[in-house]
């Protein structure tokens, strides 16, 4: 139900590429419906699938009437970048909201995002994401020091509502004129389909924003929870490897554009103290035979000599690369619906849209999820 009266307007935008998640993505859109706080509004960005747009738009027809639900077409290339700046250009409310297509928000996500906004230094509060293990359960093996490697809040980050770097894409908030001072997710970088689990967009923009307004506050409430879905693949250890490897790869070009101070500030803490504590709390387990302990100790230790390789190699590539990504501004064109096929809910042409040519560029090839600093 809409409520435009709500103090703090969110417009909550979830972006959406493949029809083998459609229970998945009509569950996130009902767990946002459900809030407490009601959203402005919920808009569904297809990422280059016609079938499913055509499909999203017939199923939210009624909502479509009421601007409860919009679905729209990423006007942008393909990618979770410029799918998520269509609807930050499409988006009406005073606070911009992301939610992952394969989680569902807490009943309260909104209502704790909302609280910490009555403080006007601040400029983006992310939330708590808890995984849904496939399987039913954790597997013995995945140290919960690395859930950063399925997109999940990981152990190391102080309880409460405290200052970060960065939040986290999939559950994280921002004031709209954060994307006016700092432009949009920047292109080129961020997840593609189903390529290689890239992405960091969140990271390079918060740094970004910090940078624009050194007065921001970026903070992290583990109150705003929602739930996502492991699949069965993601518990496996090649996918962790896979994972941790683009990882070094992100850091290693994350370090370059914002220089290493600011690119690895968290990392250095993670890798000093989080990590270290882990495998001692595994080869414990393992000494007093409890299962999995040596698996997660041994996990850890691989993740680290893995990263570190991707990193070497990142580094290696970044002095080489002439890919280039970029952003700038997006315009606001709230008003603006779609229907299926059309190329709308975008910003004034193609570059607004998407960043493309309209802001600094930066020299990259990849960048991989932020990971361990969220």
Not at 296 to 321: E, K, P
Request: glycine share 12%; proline share 4%.
């Amino acid at each position: 139900m809409n409520d435009r009266t709500t103090p703090h307007g969110f417009s909550v935008v979830i972006c959406v590429y493949t029809e083998e998640r459609w229970e998945d993505i009509l569950a996130a859109v009902d767990s946002v419906r459900k809030q407490s706080l009601p959203a402005l509004e919920t808009l569904l960005v297809v990422d280059h699938n016609e079938r499913l747009l055509s499909r999203l738009t017939e199923e939210y027809a009624e909502q479509r009437l009421t601007e409860e639900v919009r679905v729209l077409a990423n006007a942008g290339p393909r990618g979770l970048s410029a799918g998520r700046n269509t609807g930050i250009a499409a988006a009406r409310g005073d606070f911009v909201a992301f939610l992952d297509d394969d989680a569902v928000a807490e009943r309260d996500w909104l209502h704790h995002f909302s609280a910490a906004y009555d403080d006007p230094r601040v400029m983006a509060v992310g939330g708590r994401t808890m995984p849904s293990w496939a399987s039913g359960r954790r597997p013995a093996w995945f140290p919960e020091e690395f859930d950063w490697v399925v997109g999940c809040t990981y152990l190391g980050l102080p309880p409460g509502r405290v200052p970060v770097r960065n939040v986290l894409g999939g559950n994280a908030s921002f004031r709209r004129t954060a994307f006016d001072a700092a432009g949009g997710f920047a292109t080129g970088i961020g997840r593609d389909g189903d390529r290689r689990p890239l992405g960091g967009e969140e990271t390079e923009l918060c740094i970004r924003l910090s940078k624009a307004l050194p007065e921001a506050i970026l903070l992290i409430d583990d109150r705003a929870v929602i739930h996502h879905k492991v699949p069965a693949v993601r518990e496996r250890f090649g996918y962790f490897r896979t994972r941790v490897y683009a990882e070094g790869l992100s850091k290693a070009l994350v370090a370059r554009s914002v220089g290493a101070q600011k690119g690895l500030e968290s990392e250095r803490r993670y890798t000093t103290r989080v990590l270290p504590a882990g495998v001692l709390r595994g080869m414990r387990d393992a000494v007093l035979g409890r299962s999995g302990g040596a698996g997660r100790a041994g996990a850890i230790v691989t993740g680290v000599t893995v990263a570190a390789g991707g990193y070497a190699l990142g580094t290696l590539r970044a002095r080489r690369s002439g890919t280039t990504f970029s952003w700038g501004p997006i315009e606001r064109h709230g008003t603006t619906e779609t229907g299926a096929g059309a190329e709308a809910g975008a910003a004034s042409g193609t570059d607004a849209a998407t960043g493309a040519g309209t802001g600094e560029a930066v020299r990259a090839d990849a960048l991989a999820s932020e990971g361990g600093t969220r």
